[in-house]
């Protein structure tokens, strides 16, 4: 499954698929000065710690644990800084076969390996389709029956398929074919994990047999469950066996296919990556050693730059960001601002005391977005104001005729006696989860604690440190949810990923016909027009239903000192990792 699913830290975009039109081939390279030699080593600082080689999965989906996935993997195309698609030819190809029906072919290049020598072949194309796909899934969510085999983050109907695909018989590709026309197909698709570690893992012989069972496992059907225990084994396995906030001791756990390999970690501390010396196919890096430092906090960050402990740091910027990143460019670090393809937001679970959308709409009516937006963005942004939809972010040209009618204006100042009303004497109890880890959510957190308790809410802490807490998101231990989307800028997918029914990132229960009906025009629909039409009215419809709150979009910055080059920020979910094998030592 591709990178662009988003990551469950701070942020998502929607830009349109024009984003995928001038893709090119090969791969990037650094300009370099031609005496420049390979090797050395640098630190860069993170806000989250680590906690899964799995980012594909609902648990796995964070940004550290997908920005550590880029480094540590390759597949068959990456997103550059602009968000556009660029091929890597060196890796493998793909091909539309067909547009009616939507048939694309993918096959691997000979000599592309895993790190311990294993080839990546058809075995993991058709393991890595059918945990994206959903095609085995016969679950009822509204009925409580089947099963839900692979928990993919990312939305399932994507690589809804007519059957199973189409193995070829070089063993080293695979044919789609999708039941509708799909407007994100060149992105829809790349490799995942290990198919003969999952199969292995999973109590099969071989990855033989794991496309044995794959192939013989009949498609899910809601209506008529049946469970299919093999299956579910290696679902299970796919789904946590890959969770780890240290160094597993089986090396099989955590395989390369990309420049760099994880050397080491220490939970919640630092992580060290090394070259990967057999990678050939892909852009060849420039550092021997990458050392990952896990901060949270701004002003350790910006001391450890200082003091040389860091030489990268891309913070989560606060309010108090403008004097500390000044006082860095003042004395000769690099310093640059930017704005984030994503946002934070606060989601309320469609049961316990927010099953009344009454109560819903009250505690909305409590939330100081204002207040939030001047304790967290501050003067990085001049005049900076809540944002107002669920589905566009200021930049883009929709924006503006959108939050115009779509409902948002009924939360745009705090009312405490308007939620009074609706709560009619009632005191409902509400946990909220949250990264404590991080001061910005711990910030939001605590301004929306003290309004809402003048409404005559109960609000209770539910926050969890940074390793633990996205393993919460969709389970029964809270009632509210501060977190972001960040995306990467390419089609429209992270949409029906977040709100379509029981799609894989949708944690809060939410459900709508009508707004169903419109992502599944929205994924089949290559107009840009069009498109907008439909995620305007998807805006307005989760609006109406009291889901939550936009809070502000997300300002990156990034701080590098003069001992390394080529590192330069991308809007998306991998900040500065998008091009990790260009950073090297400065001449």
Same mark, same amino acid.
């Given at each position: 499954m591709p990178v662009?699913?988003?990551?469950?830290?701070?942020?998502?975009?929607?830009?349109?698929?024009?984003?995928? @039109?001038?893709? *090119? *081939? #090969?791969?990037?390279?650094?300009?370099? /000065?031609?005496d420049a030699k390979r090797g050395g080593s640098a630190t860069v600082a993170e806000v989250n710690a680590f906690s899964s080689f799995n980012p594909f999965s609902t648990d796995g989906n964070t940004d550290i644990n997908t920005k550590i996935g880029a480094a540590t993997h390759s597949g068959f195309f990456s997103l550059d800084d602009k968000s556009v698609v660029v091929r890597n030819d060196k890796f493998g190809r793909y091909e539309k076969v067909s547009d009616d029906p939507l048939k694309v072919r993918y096959t691997v290049n000979e000599g592309v390996k895993w790190s311990d020598g294993a080839p990546i072949d058809a075995g993991d194309l058709l393991l890595s389709w059918a945990a994206g796909s959903g095609y085995f899934d016969d679950a009822n969510p509204a009925a409580g029956t089947g099963t839900r085999y692979f928990s993919a983050a990312s939305d399932t109907s994507g690589l809804a398929a007519t059957g199973l695909p189409e193995l070829g018989d070089d063993g080293r590709s695979i044919t789609l074919e999708y039941s509708v026309p799909y407007a994100d197909w060149q992105t829809a698709f790349d490799v995942g994990l290990p198919a003969h570690v999952v199969a292995a893992k999973a109590g099969l012989a071989d990855e033989e047999d794991l496309v044995d069972l794959i192939k013989g496992s009949a498609k899910g059907n809601p209506e008529k469950p049946a469970a299919n225990a093999g299956l579910k084994k290696v679902a299970d396995f796919w789904n946590n066996g890959f969770d780890t906030t240290g160094l597993p001791d089986d090396p099989a756990l955590f395989l390369s296919s990309g420049p760099y390999i994880v050397r080491d970690i220490v939970p919640g501390t630092s992580m060290k990556l090394v070259r990967n010396r057999d990678y050939a196919w892909g852009t060849e890096p420039?550092?021997?050693?990458?050392?990952?430092? $896990?901060?949270?906090?701004?002003?350790?960050?910006?001391?450890?730059?200082?003091?040389?402990?860091?030489?990268?740091?891309?913070?989560?910027?606060? @309010?108090? /960001?403008?004097?500390? $990143? *000044?006082g860095l460019a003042q004395q000769g670090t690099a310093v640059e601002q930017y704005s984030q393809s994503g946002y934070d937001h606060l989601d309320l679970n469609f049961s316990g005391p927010f099953a009344s959308e009454d109560v819903r709409k009250a505690f909305l009516k409590t939330v100081p977005r204002q207040d939030i937006v001047d304790a967290v963005v501050g003067d990085l942004v001049p005049d900076s104001k809540p944002l107002d939809s669920q589905v566009f972010l200021p930049g883009q040209p929709k924006y503006a005729d959108t939050v115009k009618n779509n409902g948002s204006a009924d939360y745009a100042e705090v009312d405490i006696d308007g939620a009074r009303k609706l709560l009619d004497g009632a005191t409902p109890t509400v946990r909220i989860l949250y990264n404590r880890d991080n001061p910005n959510r711990a910030e939001a957190f605590a301004l929306i604690r003290d309004s809402a308790q003048r409404a005559g809410f109960r609000v209770v802490d539910a926050g969890q440190g940074s390793t633990d807490w996205a393993k919460s998101l969709? #389970?029964?231990?809270?009632? @509210?949810?501060?977190? #972001?989307?960040?995306?990467? #800028?390419?089609?429209?997918?992270?949409?029906?990923?977040? %709100?379509?029914?029981? /799609?894989?990132?949708? %944690?809060?229960?939410?459900?709508?016909g009508d707004a169903d009906k419109a992502m599944e025009q929205l994924s089949t629909t290559t107009d840009l027009g069009k498109q907008d039409e439909l995620l305007a009215g998807i805006d307005k419809r989760i609006w109406s239903r009291a889901y939550g709150l936009p809070l502000y979009q997300t300002v990156g910055a990034i701080a590098v000192n003069a001992k390394v080059a080529g590192v330069k920020p991308s809007p998306g979910p991998l900040g500065v990792w998008w091009n990790v094998s260009e950073w090297r030592l400065a001449q």
């Open positions: 662009r699913r988003l990551m469950q830290y701070i942020a998502a975009a929607m830009v349109t698929a024009a984003a995928v @039109a001038g893709c *090119s *081939s #090969g791969g990037t390279a650094p300009v370099v /000065a031609g420039w550092l021997d050693e990458i050392n990952v430092r $896990f901060t949270g906090n701004l002003s350790a960050a910006v001391d450890a730059l200082r003091n040389g402990q860091a030489d990268i740091i891309s913070p989560q910027p606060s @309010a108090e /960001a403008a004097g500390l $990143f *000044s969709g #389970g029964a231990g809270y009632d @509210a949810a501060l977190l #972001g989307w960040i995306g990467t #800028g390419a089609g429209v997918g992270r949409v029906p990923q977040i %709100f379509r029914t029981g /799609a894989g990132s949708n %944690f809060n229960g939410f459900s709508d």
